[in-house]
């Protein structure tokens, strides 16, 4: 009996045949936590009375939250991270380095991994092939200290995807689709396992974004197999030897399959305040937007920005919207100063702001205000998320960011395309 | 022990229980367990009471994993939160700290209602209605998390994750 993805990479891990439904014991290979999570996960590998960890060097704190820090206690926060690594040998990516999963995606994860992270979007690492997934501190300081983690092996959704994506159609819009028709519980405690000759062909800035939003709808992991596209992103990281094939067995058991035909679906929108409310654009209407936001664990790569950059290429925003960029890493940001992409947006009348979460959790660099909606290319939307209880965030893929914010509205990246 | 019901609807997330503003609190746990569920119910902190239940709907405790949100529950005195469902991360994080998360029909639980919870039994006695609920028995890793007093001391105890079930 064949097994899924996420059964190989924990029974590779735990040393033994584990299938869905199973308590496994796995070793980890990759462990992390933000600025947020990380004090509380130190403060916990104290208490168990922990003087180090298992494998510093990989073992990570991300300063990306509040980077810089817009607050003298998360300055502390930071100054509180930087120490116990000091101490204890543990990497420090700095502020200004970039988020978390993005950093991980460059210069870490490698394809049949176990990835655990204190932040719920560590299943980004999915897009490469690993077994990634977040935890909260505990769990995570318990993976750091003894290089382990307790995990029940989900069952697994296969979500197949078929067919030539439409001119204006993208990544974020696939994954939009698919929480718009099982929910945001609708894989709660599984894994979701993308397949298909569209996600064959989708580059790994697309894939990322779906694993990304694989926890949107309540997912464990979102997997993909590792391929040509994903051999490449290594080269072009810098880290050819870190490939390795990573595939499910042909005959693997899922609990079901989804299938979705790309040539069907159109730019999608998560209407407030919950990721599931999802509209095409043709039926969204009209809604007017004070910020547009680009950029996060969702989509800010160096694909997205040029996306929204074309777009915006020789036009100016609408003088009553602002729009806020942020590149996912400091890698991200050289490469689109380079190209000329950030020029483009820029002179388009963009805001740029350091690598990092920025404005996405609400703490800094574009908070909302009462009334204000945002259209933001982030992967979640609950009330108050980005400032005020009273505001709206509306998501949809950088094309649309684009358009956005150009119109002053949501609008229809495909005429611009 | 007895306590009071709080009703919280459906889609309830980590950040309706802790907003993501209030981040530069977190090491400052008295001061951000204060805030718990403020835009849902403005000084709830103030009104609960030792014991009381929070009692929601479906997709407890979506979003982001900051255990945050599992910690001020704990730190404002409730005994359990009961939801019909919850969202992965957060189901952990309730049992890491030694909160349980018990799955259950809570549509036959109403504001205020006063019930008592009988975790091995797998049931929760409602005494306003006069009525008795059951669940299903807690998962068995769940439930030794929950008798060892949390994640931490379970590790404290054993120098090892002992949970191969
Ligand atoms: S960019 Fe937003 S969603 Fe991604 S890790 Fe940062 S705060 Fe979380």
Known sequence: MGMTLAEKILSEHSGKEVRAGEIAVVKVD???????????????????GFEKVSNPQKTFFFLDHAAPSPRFELSNDHNFLREFSERTGCQVSEVGYGISHQVVAEKEVKPGEVVIGADSHTCT????????????????AVAMALGKIWLRVPETLRVVVEGELPVGVYGKDIILHLIGRIGAAGATYKALEFTGDTIGRLEMAGRMTIANMAVEAGAKVGTFSSDEITRDWLNRMGRPGDFKKSTPDPDAIYEKTI???????????????????????????EVRVDQVYLGTSCNGRLEDLRVAANILKGKKIHPKTRMIVTPGSR????????????ETLIEA????????????VGLHEGVLGDGEVCLATQPRNFKGRMGSPNSFIYLGSPAMAGATAIEGKIADPRKYL | MKGRVWKFGDAISTDHI?????????????ELSKHIMEYERPDFSGEVSHGDFIVAGENFGQGSSREHAAIVIKMNGIQAVLAKSFARIFYRN?????????????EKFGEGDVLELFLEEGRIVNYSRDETVSFLPLPPVMKQILSDGGLVEHVKKYGNIRLDF
Request: with cysteine.
């Open chain 1, 30 to 48: 990759l462990a992390y936590a933000q600025d947020g999570t990380g004090p509380l996960a130190v403060r916990k590998i104290q208490e168990m």
């Open chain 1, 125 to 140: 690492g999915g897009a490469l092939g690993a077994f990634a997934t977040g935890a909260g501190s505990t769990d995570v």
């Open chain 1, 259 to 285: 299938e979705i035909d790309a040539r069907t679906l159109s730019p999608t929108i998560a209407c407030p305040h919950q990721v599931d409310h999802i509209r095409t654009i043709d039926e969204i209407g």
């Open chain 1, 331 to 342: 890698l991200v940001y050289i490469e689109a100063l380079k190209d000329g992409t950030m």
């Open chain 1, 349 to 360: 009348g963009a805001l740029t702001m350091p690598p990092g979460c920025g404005a996405c």
């Open chain 2, 18 to 30: 802790i907003p993501g503003r209030y981040f530069y609190l977190r090491s400052n746990l008295p």
């Open chain 2, 94 to 106: 309730c049992f890491n700290n030694g909160l349980p998360a018990v799955i259950c029909d809570t």
